[in-house]
C-alpha cells in the first residue's frame, strides 16, 4: 500500500499486449474492451443518470464525480466530452480519481491505439501522465472542469479527501484479480465522501461488491451490462446515512453561505493577487485593498522572487507541503513569469534513501553540491500584468479595523474608521499588517526584515547560469545582465513589526559583501548597483503558513479546555471560526512556492469544492492549530512564593 502522504514517488504501470489490447501484468486484466466508448457511456454515464442530473441541479455551484481507477483517463476523457455537449448543467465539474500504477505517456499512446476517436483529446490530460509524486495533483485542463488524480492506494487516498461527492464511477480491475479496489474499507472512504442520494455505477455485479456497498449504506440495483455482460450494479447512497464523525474537528473548513459574489481582500502581495485570480476565475467580483497604489508593493514587491521546493533529508510535513506546493506552482506559471534556469546550492542531500525516492527532476546532487533542475526565479512584474486583470476593484488604503454584520457581511474601515469595502467574504492576507486585524494571532508570528539589491554588469561572467544559493543567494537575469542578491534575513522585534524599514545603517550592499566572502566573487567584480529594498516577511513559529478560517479563539478554548486529558473517545464540536472570515498569511520566505497551492485550496474551502490538498497537511496550515497545541498541553501549576 503506497500512502499519499509518503515521500516517495509510485511505480509505472507494468504493462503487455494480449490480442493488441493493453494489460495490466500486476492484475492480469485489460485496460478498456474495443467499444470502450460506448461501454463508458453506457456504465458510468447513463448508470449515473449524468445528464438528468446536470440538468436536475443545473444551479449548483458544480457537480463532483469520483472515480476508483483512472487507468488510461478514457472516463474522463468521454465524461469531458458529455459535459460540453450538455447544455443545462452547473458552471463547474470536478473529477477526482485514484490511481497507484499510472501509466507512462508512452503507455498512454498505446492504450489509445485502437480508439482513433479520442486521439486528439489526449492533449488535455497527456501531462498527467508525467507525474509520479504520491499524493494529490490537480489539473484545470478546461475553463470549467478540474481533474484531480490522487496518486496511491485508493483508500488511503480518499481517507484524505475533503469533498462532497455525487456520483461514483467504480472501474478498478476485477474483483477477483484487484480486491482492494472493491473492499469494506474502500466502501466505508466512499460513504463519508457522499451526501444522501449520491448516485454510483459500476460494470461489476459480483455478489461481494454488492454487499460490501450495502453494509456502507449504498441502495443497490442489478440492471443489464454492457453487450455480452449479464448484469452491472447501480445505486445510490442512502437517505439516512450512519453519521461519521468529522476527522480534526478543531480543524474546520467552512464555507460560505449562500455561495459569495463579492470577496474583498486586504492584502496586494502574492498572496493576495493568487487568490483575486482564483476568485476571478470562480466568477467572484474581486475587490483588493492594499497600502500600496500598485500590486506586490511590500515584501512580494521584489524586481526577482526565487521559487525552489524546501527539502529535508527525512520526510516531514514541512517538506511534504513545499513539495506538493513547488509541484503546483510550476503548473501555475506562465513561461512569461516563471525561468525554471535551476538552484545550485552548496549542501548535501546526505540521505541514500531519499535520493532514490526523489525525482531525478527535482534534485539530484554534482560535484558543486545539490542542484534543484527544475527550480528558477518568478519575474514579479510579469506576475503582477498576469494577475492583476481578476481584480475588480483596487482600493489604496491603510485598513484600520473590519467588522462583521448580524447578516454576516464584513465592512472594512480605514483608518479614519470610515467604511471602504462591504463585501460577502473577506481574506486577510496583508502579511505582517495581518496581526493588527487579528491580534489573537501575534504570538505564534514571527517576523524578519530583509535586504536585497539589484545590480547591473557590464559584461556577462560565462559560468552564471543559473541561481546560486548559498545563504545569500544570486539571482542572474542575463537577458538584463543584471543580478539579484538577497538572503538577508534579520530578526525584527515586535516593537518593529508595523514600521516601515529603513536601509539597514552603512549596508547599502549588505549582500553584495557577503557575497564576496565565496570563491566565486569573481563573477560580479564592476557590478553598479541599480536598487536596494527592504521588506519584512512574515512568518510562523513552525515555519508554515496560516491559510483558513479565522478561529474564534475565546469560543474554542472554552470547547477544548480539556484536551489536556486526552479524551480520544470524546466528540469535540466543529471549531468555532468567525463567519465568513478567512487568513492567508505568514507564507514566510517561500511565498512564491506556496501561495498559487494555498490560494487554491482557500478557494475551494469558501466555495464547497473539493479541497486539492491532503487532509493531514491542510491541518498543518490551518490557524486554528495553534490554539489546538496550547490546550493540549496539560496546564503548568501555579509557582509557590
Same mark, same amino acid.
Given at each position: 500500500?503506497?500512502?499519499?502522504?509518503?515521500?516517495?514517488?509510485?511505480?509505472?504501470?507494468?504493462?503487455?499486449?494480449?490480442?493488441?489490447?493493453?494489460?495490466?501484468?500486476?492484475?492480469?486484466?485489460?485496460?478498456?474492451?474495443?467499444?470502450?466508448?460506448?461501454?463508458?457511456?453506457?456504465?458510468?454515464?447513463?448508470?449515473?443518470?449524468?445528464?438528468?442530473?446536470?440538468?436536475?441541479?443545473?444551479?449548483?455551484?458544480?457537480?463532483?464525480?469520483?472515480?476508483?481507477?483512472?487507468?488510461?483517463?478514457?472516463?474522463?476523457?468521454?465524461?469531458?466530452?458529455?459535459?460540453?455537449?450538455?447544455?443545462?448543467?452547473?458552471?463547474?465539474?470536478?473529477?477526482? /480519481?485514484?490511481?497507484?500504477?499510472?501509466?507512462?505517456? !508512452?503507455?498512454?499512446?498505446?492504450?489509445?491505439?485502437?480508439?482513433?476517436?479520442?486521439?486528439?483529446?489526449?492533449?488535455?490530460?497527456?501531462? *498527467?501522465?508525467?507525474?509520479?509524486?504520491?499524493?494529490?495533483?490537480?489539473?484545470?485542463?478546461?475553463?470549467?472542469?478540474?481533474?484531480?488524480?490522487?496518486?496511491?492506494?485508493? =483508500?488511503?487516498?480518499?481517507?484524505?479527501?475533503?469533498?462532497?461527492?455525487?456520483?461514483?464511477?467504480?472501474?478498478?480491475?476485477?474483483?477477483?484479480?484487484?480486491?482492494?479496489?472493491?473492499?469494506?474499507?474502500?466502501?466505508?472512504?466512499?460513504?463519508?465522501?457522499?451526501?444522501?442520494?449520491? =448516485?454510483?455505477?459500476?460494470?461489476?455485479?459480483?455478489?461481494? *461488491?454488492?454487499?460490501?456497498?450495502?453494509?456502507?449504506?449504498?441502495?443497490?440495483?442489478?440492471?443489464? #451490462?454492457?453487450?455480452?455482460?449479464? !448484469?452491472?450494479?447501480?445505486?445510490?447512497?442512502?437517505?439516512?446515512?450512519?453519521?461519521?464523525?468529522?476527522?480534526?474537528?478543531?480543524?474546520? *473548513?467552512?464555507?460560505?453561505?449562500?455561495?459569495?459574489?463579492?470577496?474583498?481582500?486586504?492584502?496586494?502581495?502574492?498572496?493576495?493577487?493568487?487568490?483575486?485570480?482564483?476568485?476571478?476565475?470562480?466568477?467572484?467580483?474581486?475587490?483588493?485593498?492594499?497600502?500600496?497604489?500598485?500590486?506586490?508593493?511590500?515584501?512580494?514587491?521584489?524586481?526577482?522572487?526565487?521559487?525552489?521546493?524546501?527539502?529535508?533529508?527525512? /520526510?516531514?510535513?514541512?517538506?511534504?507541503?513545499?513539495?506538493?506546493?513547488?509541484?503546483?506552482?510550476?503548473?501555475?506559471?506562465?513561461?512569461?513569469?516563471?525561468?525554471?534556469?535551476?538552484?545550485?546550492?552548496?549542501?548535501?542531500? #546526505?540521505?541514500?534513501?531519499?535520493?532514490?525516492?526523489?525525482?531525478? !527532476?527535482?534534485?539530484?546532487?554534482?560535484?558543486?553540491?545539490?542542484?534543484?533542475?527544475? /527550480?528558477?526565479?518568478?519575474?514579479?512584474?510579469?506576475?503582477?500584468?498576469?494577475?492583476?486583470?481578476?481584480?475588480?476593484?483596487?482600493?489604496?488604503?491603510?485598513?484600520?479595523?473590519?467588522?462583521?454584520?448580524?447578516?454576516?457581511?464584513?465592512?472594512?474601515?480605514?483608518?479614519?474608521?470610515?467604511?471602504?469595502?462591504?463585501?460577502?467574504?473577506?481574506?486577510?492576507?496583508?502579511?505582517?499588517?495581518?496581526?493588527?486585524?487579528?491580534?489573537?494571532?501575534?504570538?505564534?508570528? =514571527?517576523?524578519?526584515?530583509?535586504?536585497?539589491?539589484?545590480?547591473?554588469?557590464?559584461?556577462?561572467?560565462?559560468?552564471?547560469?543559473?541561481?546560486?544559493?548559498?545563504?545569500?543567494?544570486?539571482?542572474?537575469?542575463?537577458?538584463?545582465?543584471?543580478?539579484?542578491?538577497? #538572503?538577508?534575513?534579520?530578526?525584527?522585534?515586535?516593537?518593529?513589526?508595523?514600521?516601515?524599514?529603513?536601509?539597514?545603517?552603512?549596508?547599502?550592499?549588505?549582500?553584495?559583501?557577503?557575497?564576496?566572502?565565496?570563491?566565486?566573487?569573481?563573477?560580479?567584480?564592476?557590478?553598479?548597483?541599480?536598487?536596494?529594498?527592504?521588506?519584512?516577511?512574515?512568518?510562523?513559529?513552525?515555519?508554515?503558513?496560516?491559510?483558513?478560517? *479565522?478561529?474564534?479563539?475565546?469560543?474554542?478554548?472554552?470547547?477544548?479546555?480539556?484536551?489536556?486529558?486526552?479524551?480520544?473517545?470524546?466528540?469535540?464540536?466543529?471549531?468555532?471560526?468567525?463567519?465568513?472570515?478567512?487568513?492567508?498569511?505568514?507564507?514566510?520566505?517561500?511565498? +512564491? =512556492?506556496?501561495?498559487?497551492?494555498?490560494?487554491?485550496?482557500?478557494?475551494?474551502?469558501?466555495?464547497?469544492?473539493?479541497?486539492?490538498? !491532503?487532509?493531514?497537511?491542510?491541518?498543518?496550515?490551518?490557524? #486554528?492549530?495553534?490554539? +489546538?497545541?496550547?490546550?493540549?498541553?496539560?496546564?503548568?501549576?501555579?509557582?509557590?512564593?
Amino acid at each position: 500500500m503506497l500512502n499519499p502522504l509518503s515521500y516517495r514517488n509510485i511505480c509505472p504501470a507494468d504493462t503487455g499486449f494480449q490480442q493488441s489490447q493493453l494489460v495490466n501484468r500486476l492484475f492480469e486484466d485489460i485496460y478498456h474492451h474495443r467499444d470502450a466508448i460506448a461501454e463508458s457511456r453506457y456504465v458510468f454515464h447513463e448508470g449515473n443518470d449524468l445528464v438528468g442530473q446536470w440538468h436536475n441541479c443545473a444551479s449548483k455551484e458544480s457537480f463532483v464525480i469520483a472515480e476508483t481507477g483512472f487507468g488510461s483517463g478514457l472516463n474522463f476523457l468521454t465524461t469531458r466530452r458529455l459535459w460540453q455537449s450538455t447544455d443545462n448543467k452547473p458552471p463547474q465539474l470536478h473529477f477526482i /480519481s485514484t490511481e497507484q500504477w499510472l501509466l507512462t505517456p !508512452e503507455q498512454l499512446n498505446q492504450a489509445y491505439t485502437d480508439i482513433p476517436e479520442l486521439h486528439a483529446d489526449l492533449a488535455a490530460i497527456r501531462s *498527467v501522465f508525467s507525474k509520479r509524486r504520491a499524493g494529490f495533483h490537480t489539473f484545470h485542463t478546461d475553463a470549467d472542469i478540474s481533474l484531480t488524480l490522487l496518486l496511491g492506494d485508493a =483508500t488511503a487516498c480518499f481517507r484524505q479527501l475533503k469533498a462532497t461527492v455525487d456520483a461514483w464511477f467504480l472501474d478498478g480491475f476485477s474483483p477477483a484479480k484487484n480486491p482492494d479496489m472493491w473492499s469494506t474499507e474502500l466502501m466505508a472512504a466512499m460513504a463519508r465522501l457522499s451526501r444522501p442520494g449520491t =448516485t454510483f455505477a459500476t460494470f461489476t455485479a459480483a455478489s461481494k *461488491v454488492r454487499k460490501n456497498l450495502q453494509s456502507a449504506g449504498f441502495a443497490v440495483s442489478k440492471t443489464p #451490462g454492457f453487450q455480452g455482460k449479464r !448484469e452491472r450494479l447501480i445505486g445510490h447512497f442512502s437517505e439516512n446515512p450512519t453519521p461519521i464523525q468529522e476527522q480534526k474537528s478543531w480543524a474546520a *473548513v467552512p464555507r460560505v453561505k449562500p455561495t459569495p459574489r463579492h470577496i474583498a481582500i486586504i492584502g496586494g502581495g502574492v498572496a493576495g493577487l493568487c487568490l483575486a485570480h482564483r476568485a476571478g476565475q470562480s466568477g467572484l467580483r474581486v475587490t483588493v485593498i492594499d497600502r500600496h497604489p500598485q500590486p506586490l508593493g511590500g515584501a512580494s514587491g521584489n524586481p526577482y522572487a526565487m521559487m525552489m521546493p524546501y527539502l529535508t533529508a527525512r /520526510s516531514s510535513p514541512e517538506a511534504l507541503f513545499y513539495w506538493r506546493a513547488f509541484d503546483y506552482a510550476k503548473n501555475f506559471y506562465p513561461d512569461s513569469v516563471f525561468h525554471a534556469i535551476g538552484v545550485q546550492t552548496d549542501g548535501r542531500m #546526505g540521505d541514500r534513501d531519499v535520493r532514490k525516492t526523489l525525482d531525478h !527532476e527535482l534534485i539530484h546532487n554534482n560535484d558543486a553540491g545539490i542542484c534543484y533542475p527544475g /527550480s528558477g526565479y518568478i519575474d514579479t512584474a510579469a506576475l503582477a500584468s498576469h494577475l492583476l486583470p481578476a481584480v475588480d476593484d483596487w482600493i489604496t488604503a491603510a485598513v484600520g479595523d473590519i467588522k462583521c454584520t448580524d447578516q454576516g457581511r464584513w465592512h472594512v474601515q480605514n483608518t479614519d474608521l470610515k467604511t471602504i469595502c462591504d463585501s460577502d467574504v473577506l481574506v486577510v492576507a496583508a502579511g505582517i499588517q495581518s496581526i493588527q486585524l487579528l491580534p489573537d494571532l501575534q504570538p505564534f508570528v =514571527t517576523a524578519r526584515g530583509g535586504q536585497t539589491e539589484l545590480y547591473q554588469l557590464s559584461e556577462w561572467p560565462a559560468p552564471l547560469h543559473s541561481i546560486q544559493h548559498n545563504k545569500h543567494y544570486v539571482i542572474p537575469i542575463k537577458h538584463q545582465k543584471q543580478i539579484l542578491i538577497g #538572503g538577508d534575513y534579520h530578526h525584527l522585534p515586535s516593537a518593529d513589526w508595523f514600521n516601515t524599514l529603513s536601509q539597514r545603517p552603512k549596508t547599502p550592499q549588505l549582500n553584495y559583501q557577503a557575497w564576496q566572502q565565496q570563491s566565486n566573487r569573481f563573477l560580479f567584480d564592476h557590478a553598479q548597483l541599480l536598487q536596494t529594498r527592504m521588506g519584512i516577511r512574515a512568518g510562523t513559529t513552525d515555519h508554515l503558513p496560516l491559510c483558513g478560517p *479565522v478561529v474564534n479563539s475565546a469560543q474554542f478554548k472554552l470547547d477544548y479546555a480539556d484536551l489536556h486529558h486526552g479524551r480520544h473517545w470524546q466528540s469535540y464540536p466543529p471549531a468555532a471560526v468567525h463567519k465568513n472570515l478567512y487568513l492567508l498569511s505568514g507564507l514566510g520566505s517561500r511565498g +512564491y =512556492t506556496s501561495a498559487p497551492l494555498l490560494a487554491d485550496y482557500l478557494m475551494a474551502m469558501i466555495l464547497n469544492q473539493p479541497l486539492p490538498l !491532503e487532509h493531514d497537511l491542510f491541518k498543518i496550515v490551518h490557524p #486554528g492549530r495553534f490554539y +489546538y497545541r496550547q490546550l493540549k498541553k496539560p496546564p503548568q501549576p501555579a509557582s509557590g512564593d
